[in-house]
């Protein structure tokens, strides 16, 4: 199974990303898809999941701000950041469940105050 995020950047605080991952070798639609993160000098922590169901759970840093979403026609799971801050500054990592626990390389997101 591989997994490509794509999306991150630079921005202001206050300003919006979204990210994307495109996974592939997987039978996408029963997967729970998810993005977690990981900033300089601290534990990679989970931001997001989404259920096969679409049931979708979030950090409660994130609550509000962010949203995960998923299209199965096209195999990709989205994160819409928006009143982003310093602190969501990290390197964002798209993860899948099936057929074993996978995450992608990474895609960094730095929010400059």
């Known amino acids: 199974v591989q997994l490509v995020e794509s999306g991150g950047g630079l921005v202001q605080a206050g300003g919006s990303l979204r990210l994307s991952c495109v996974v592939s070798g997987s039978i996408f639609s029963i997967n729970t898809m998810g993005w977690y993160r990981q900033a300089p000098g601290k534990q990679r922590e989970l931001v997001a999941l989404i259920t096969r169901g679409t049931s979708t759970s979030y950090a409660d840093s994130v609550k509000g701000r962010f949203a995960i979403s998923r299209d199965n026609a096209k195999n990709t799971v989205y994160l819409q950041m928006n009143s982003l801050k310093s602190e969501d500054t990290a390197v964002y990592y798209c993860?899948?469940?099936?057929?074993?626990?996978?995450w992608g390389q990474g895609t960094q997101v730095t929010v400059s105050s």
């Open positions: 993860y899948t469940n099936l057929p074993f626990d996978t």
